[in-house]
Every structure is written in C-alpha cells, then in structure tokens.
C-alpha cells in the first residue's frame, strides 16, 4: 500500500542542478514543491496546476517587515490586490498584519467581503466610480486622490455627509526612472501639487493627511526610492507649514523587484537585481535624516510583486512536440499566455519534474492557444521531453491570477501547500457552467 504523504520535519526541496553527461549542460530538476512530489499533485488535483506555498507567503512577508522594521521604526504593509486577489493570499497576508491596498470598485468589495474594515483599506487607483467613493468615506478608508476631478466628487460627498475628509494625495515626479509614470496624481516639479493644495483649502472641506507616489513596477534602481522619500518629505513640510496640515503617512507604492528575469535583462537575477536590503536602507536613510529622528511619519509600502511573485508556481505539462520548419524543437504545453499574462515581460525558471536522458537543445514551448504569440518561452534549453513530461514554472505568483484570460480554455487549479504539508484547493477549475453563466440566448435565437 502506498504510504500516505508526510512532510519532512525540514524542508526539503529537492531542487537538483544536474549535469548532462553528454553536453556537460546543467539543467534544474525539481521533484516536489514544499516536500509535496510533482507526480502527486497533478495526479490529485490535474495539470496546468497552480501551486503556492503557505510558508514563502508567510516567510517572505516576516522577513521584509523585519527588513525594513530593522531600519525604521513606522512601517505599514499594505497588500496590494491586483497583485494577487485570491481569497486564501489576501487572507494569508492580513493575517501577518497587512492591510488592504484596492483600486477599483471591485477590489475594495473583495476586501470588505473578507472582513476587512474600512479603516485598514487604502483606496487608489485612477477611477473610483462615485458610490464607492462615498463608502470609503462613510467606512473611513484612506483614499489617496488621483485627479481634479476626484477632488470635486470628494467636496460633494464632503458636502452630502457633513464632514470634513480627511485625504492622501497621490504625486507623480522625477525620481530617475523612465519613462516615468506621470499619469497618475499631480505633478510635483510643474507646481501642480501646490496649486491643487491651495484649491482643496480653499475649498475647506477636505484635508491632506498623506502623500503617495507609485513609480512603476520592477524597479531596479534602489536609488529612486530614496529620491521620492526625501522629495515626499520636502512636500510634506511645505505643506504642513503653508496650510497647517498634518501630513501623517508617506506611502511609497510598490514596484520593488522579484527574483524573475526581465526580458532585456541578460545577467542572473542575483547579479541583476539589487537585494531587497538595500531598497530599505536607501528608503530609511532619506526618511531619517530628513526628518532629523524626531515625528516619524508613518512609511506605507504597497509592496506586491515582491511578496508573492516566488510563493508561485505553475506545473504544465508536455501535450505534444514537433519540429519547426527551421529545424528547432518546439513542445505545446497545456499552458499558454492565458495563464500567463506576464510571459511577456519576463523569462520564467524552468525546471524537469525528473532526470531525463539526452543532449540539451534550444527549443520554443508554446501553450495550446491558437495564436502564435502564445509562447511561454522562445529559447528554452532542455533536453528532448517525451510526450507527459511536467514542468515547473515560477516565479509566477504575481499578477498572473489577476490578469489571466478565459480565452479558448477553461482555467485550472489552484492549489496552496499549507505549513504543515497540507494540499488545499483555493480555486476551483472552471467549467463550462462557470463561464456560460453570465450569457443570455434571446428568444428568437433558441
Ligand atoms: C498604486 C499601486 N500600489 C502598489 C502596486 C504594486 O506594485 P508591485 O507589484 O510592483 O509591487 C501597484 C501596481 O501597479 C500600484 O499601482
């Protein structure tokens, strides 16, 4: 009989770098994922299969609370949900302290469905439909502003409730990083910060308790951080001083790095990409002498591709192989862009559910869409893999849940290994009911 699973007191992750004897080649095997075999979990739960880790999850979020705890001593994590909006991360996440970090109308139901109160929900974000504006406010989220326009609907509901807002204002500047990302919020080099401030004076019904600035996503340069701490801070005293604000919290988004590959990028992401600790240092340090130690105002940190990006796997599986006409080797697998929004950005690990025979070659993995901008990876080198090979890829735990299409396919699996080696379902696959739900036949049609 077989023996039931049990996870190793430690764990074991049998991730071998394997020497082709032939070519002298290494290439990476991975047989299980937190002590769980591969085997096991596309027997049990199917392939394309999803696969996070509990203990990453909570591993990397303890590790960068202390990271930048260690250099600063206000820090709030904010969980960023177009990251990774499924129920059992979100939930993971609080409940290592995080708060909510939403965007839409959508995101901010899904936080509050979770149990999630107003007051730990930080709303963003370029459109906020009117109504769930006015239920932030009512529920005392902290919406940090986007647009003029914004504005206005704020004084109205302001008006409509009796109450003064209380608001963060979302700032776009040059912090070194292009192109820059100037689409959100107000300008801070052209003045327009400052005249918006005199505008919501003015108008008396709102008040600036916090500055936000997002620069982008996989930000490489530790530098900018520390450009757009020490500029928010600057804008910050201003403020307080010219309108007597008390600007409590400077929120620096997301945008720090994961360990994947962008495309573009041809050195190893630990040569490429600088570590985590150093985003903290040059943050703290600008936040420390600018402040001169004394009214810490409160650091948030949106951080999302970093948490979750490396608890994510996805195992696929070679459906068929043929040659193309110029004589390479390509593998259909059944996992294509649809499930992988971010295959076009960044180049995955690739790792071989066992040892198999044969010379490496260069080769193309495509997914089973019809199109030929389905590719999962243009130069993979592996060597030949018979038909029901599993692969395992990662890092792929940001923004591809988030981002992925119902598109030809139904979407799989996904599946969370608990800390104590436990496989659970998180989301189910989808089915034909699932997808047909929502369309209507009028009835001259039927
Ligand atoms: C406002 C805001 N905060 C946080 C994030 C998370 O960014 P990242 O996943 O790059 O850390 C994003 C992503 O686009 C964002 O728009």
Known sequence: MKKPYQKPSII??????????????????????????????????????????????????????????????????????????????????????????????????????????????IFNGPYKPREILKQAVLEGARINVDSMDEILDLEEIARETGQKIRIGLRINMDTGIYPRWDRFGFNLESGEVLSVARRIAAGDRLEVMGLHCHQGTFILDPEAYARAAEKLLRLARKLEEEFGWNIEYLDLGGGFPSRSRPKGLYLPPEVGIPPLSEYAERIARSLLLGTMARDYPLLVLEIGRALVDEAGFLITTVRSTKRLADGRRAHILDAGVNLLFTAFWYHFRIEIERELP??????????????????????????????????????????????????ITYRPRVVLIGESGQVEVIREAETLEDVVRRERLPEHLR
Not at 54 to 82: N, T
Not at 374 to 401: C, F, M
Request: with cysteine.
């Open 12 to 121: 074991k992750l049998r991730v071998g770098l394997l020497r082709d004897k032939k070519s002298g080649l290494l290439r990476m095997v991975r047989r299980e994922i937190d002590g769980v075999p591969v085997k096991d979990l596309v027997r049990k739960f199917g392939s394309p299969l999803f696969v996070f880790s509990e203990k990453r999850l909570r591993d990397q979020f303890r590790y960068l609370r202390r990271l930048f705890e260690s250099h600063y001593p206000r820090v709030e994590f904010s969980w960023s949900y177009k990251t990774n909006y499924l129920d059992a991360i979100c939930r993971i996440f609080h409940q290592e302290g995080a708060s909510a970090e939403v965007v839409s109308d959508f995101e901010y139901h899904k936080a509050r469905r979770l149990g999630v109160p107003g007051e730990n929900i």
């Open 358 to 407: 044969g010379p490496p070659e260069p080769c193309t993995l495509y997914g089973p869409l019809c199109m030929n901008i389905d590719v999962v990876e243009e130069n993979a080198w592996l060597p030949p893999l018979p038909r029901g090979t599993h692969l395992i890829l990662s890092p792929v735990g940001a923004y591809n849940l988030t981002q992925w299409m119902q598109f």
